[in-house]
């Protein structure tokens, strides 16, 4: 019963799910506007750097992603260390911004650190990325691309993500996408975690199971860096120090938008 004593009939419930539903396959509003996602350098006009600030910026960075030199003044923003704590935009907010975009996966390594650069918005939605997705795997992949997933060390956070893109909201099977259980029935490795040591030969041997030809994909701050845990007596740092990596998505963790991202920036490499 509702608060004017009306009865909620059960045709109701059902149009309020399809219109939610169709809402959120439709467009770009199922991202909260509070959701990390891209982070860049892009100075307002009038902002001026100097060594207080870009000191500053390195010293509340958790994870060192931020690098400040002078002289020449200059700052990088390294991406793939980046957890996503918003402190930095906190503490300048005139210097670096963080949006709600998802297409943050880069094919090198190297194309995650940021120097001053524009940000460009990217106007495909979930469902454009998917049905692109769906047109390349028919092509390569004789319909159907195989999905490993490892957890080289994770906290979980990347694989609760990882999950979540076969819940009926993302579900990418209808996408040609599924998870495999062994690695030898994969095409695709979607890797989480620092790598930690312990995990280390795990993933080798992983990959090495992995039939050619093959892509990897770096999942989360982790895997691309180190990220939080850095290279330590227990982590190695990174898993391209392990294995050759094709695309790196950074995020702490990043969400389902961006992993979709990631695997179609992936499929373009074959
Ligand atoms: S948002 Fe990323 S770059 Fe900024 S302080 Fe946090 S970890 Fe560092
Ligand atoms: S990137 Fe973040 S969420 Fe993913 S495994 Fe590392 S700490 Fe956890």
Redesign the pocket.
Known sequence: MTENNQKIKKSDILSWNKVTLDKILQSNDMIPGNF?GK?SLDPDKDFVLNSQIGQN?EN???????SYKNPPESIS???G?????????Q?TPQL?K?SNNFDVAKKRKNHLLEVFSESVPFGKTYEEIGNELKNKINKTFGRSLAIREIDAGSCNGCEIEISALTNPIYDIERFGMHFVASPRHADLLLVTGPASKNMEKALKIAYESTPEPKLVIAVG?CACSGG?FGKNYATTGGIDRIVPVDVFIPG?PPRPQALIYGIMLALDKM
């Open positions: 990390r982070i910026l509340i960075c958790p994870t060192n992603a931020i923003l390294d991406v260390k980046c957890i996503f704590c918003g402190n930095c935009q503490e670096i963080i701050a939080i702490c």
